[in-house]
């Protein structure tokens, strides 16, 4: 149920090709709806930032924080994944995969909020 509704309208017309190729997979998805795709994506990054801009409460920034580097580490480790990663030395990637396995089994504890976003739909795009 919305609490406050408004108009956000985004139109984009990509010229580079690498644009047009995300922007087409996007399009023709049948795994989930464009705005689904598009409010994962973007909440994981900006919605700290918009939270941080209008509440006065640390927790409750500190909270929306968790939950969208948790996003962000899934979708890290699905590209990882995805491209066949795992086995680089990069220690970045390294780093990435040790810290999901135990983010992963820590969330499923302390991450039983109701406010929380779901992300869970990223692991069927692929």
Request: charged share 20%; glycine share 2%.
């Given at each position: ?8 309208r985004w ?13 087409d ?8 709806g ?14 700290t ?10 927790k ?5 924080a ?5 996003a962000?580490?899934?979708q ?11 086995g ?23 991450h039983s909020n ?13």
């Open positions: 149920m919305c609490n406050k509704q408004i108009d956000f139109r984009y017309q990509p010229c580079q090709s690498i644009d047009v190729q995300l922007m997979y996007i399009q023709a998805s049948r795994i989930t464009k705005t689904q795709m598009m409010l994962v994506a973007v909440r994981s990054f900006w919605l930032h918009a939270v941080a801009d209008y509440s006065d409460s640390e409750e920034v500190q909270r929306i968790r939950s969208c580097v948790k962000l580490r899934t890290a480790q699905e590209i990882v994944e995805l491209a066949g990663l795992e680089l030395e990069d220690s970045s990637l390294k780093f990435l995969t040790q810290y999901y396995s135990w983010s992963n089994s820590q969330s499923r504890v302390s109701n406010n929380d976003y779901d992300d869970a739909g990223l692991s069927n795009f692929m």
